[in-house]
């Protein structure tokens, strides 16, 4: 029972950054190494001339992602050690879906910290302060519910808002339209599918 808990809350915690790293980063790993080395133009230029300068909006979105795993990792593998055993948790009174409600908080503050990486840097590029007052407002608010231990309930419901609206904000942020999604979630973006033909 401890491995699939084990198992379980990883995969609940970490699938959708793997699978975010895998659909959108993996693909490119040359571009990666250079976005997070800080020399993305440069270098990018300089080994293949052709190829387009990544744009601020992935820059962030890379960061944000590297940010989130590095926090979830943190955060949650004391977490996953203990839930190899032995079973004490629920034992004093605690509740026994301790560990299924912090792989679901450890998920909200990954995709937390790739919706705030592109509002943030966004925020910088534009000088508008105030988005970036938010951002770290939220970001303290999050952080300080982790307090409210023995109410998950509450807990995990006000960090799922905040992530749904930095989520649509980093949406329209990065270029994306309510017509683009619909076309999107219908499979009627012939760009989208035309991209996705010839990644394969």
């Known amino acids: 029972m401890t491995a699939a808990v084990f198992f379980g809350c990883t995969f ?3 699938g959708p950054a793997l699978a975010l790293y895998i659909f959108t980063i993996a693909s490119d790993p040359l571009r990666v190494i250079f976005l997070i080395a800080g020399k993305a ?16 909006r992935l820059l962030a979105y890379v960061s944000g992602l590297g940010f989130g795993i590095m926090s979830g990792v943190f955060s949650f593998v004391n977490t996953l050690s203990d839930s190899l055993g032995p079973g004490t948790v629920g034992i004093h009174g605690d509740s026994p879906q301790f560990f299924l409600n ?6 909200v503050v990954v995709l937390l910290h790739v919706f705030w990486g592109v509002v943030f840097f966004d925020g910088c590029e534009k000088k508008k302060w105030y988005i970036i007052l938010i951002v770290f407002l939220t970001h303290l608010l999050v952080s300080a519910q982790t307090f409210l231990s023995p109410h998950y309930g509450i807990n995990l419901l006000s960090a799922y808002i905040i ?3 930095m989520g649509i904000w980093a ?12 076309l999107c979630l219908l499979c009627q973006d012939k760009d ?3 991209f996705n033909q010839r990644s394969r």
């Open 163 to 165: 992530m749904v609206l």
């Open 102 to 107: 912090s792989a679901f908080m450890t998920l």
């Open 12 to 14: 609940i915690a970490f």
């Open 41 to 56: 133009s440069e270098g990018l230029k300089s080994i293949n001339p052709d190829d387009t300068v990544p744009s601020m």
């Open 171 to 182: 949406f329209f942020v990065a270029g994306g339209s309510c017509r683009s999604l619909k």
């Open 192 to 194: 989208f599918l035309l």
